[in-house]
């Protein structure tokens, strides 16, 4: 079972302040729990939008030219 995290967890989790993972929540673009009236967000939720927003480089270290 995931760790229930709150939103300052998350925020921390994530190096932003508690506005942002407050803006995924209500703009729905992350997955969370209520308990009672507060919001939880699981662990693997967190990772997920990690996942999900992670962008790969275009081209690798290997093929840039070395400027001297």
């Keep these: 079972m995931d760790r229930l995290l709150t939103v300052a967890q998350v925020a921390e989790l994530l190096g932003t302040t508690v506005r942002f ?3 995924l929540i209500e703009e729905r673009r992350i997955e969370y729990v209520k308990v009672g009236r507060h919001v939880r967000i699981r662990e693997s939720a967190v990772s997920a939008l990690i ?3 992670t962008v790969a480089p275009r081209r690798s270290a290997s093929t840039l030219r070395m400027v001297a």
């Design 21 to 23: 993972p407050r803006r």
């Design 51 to 53: 996942e999900r927003n």
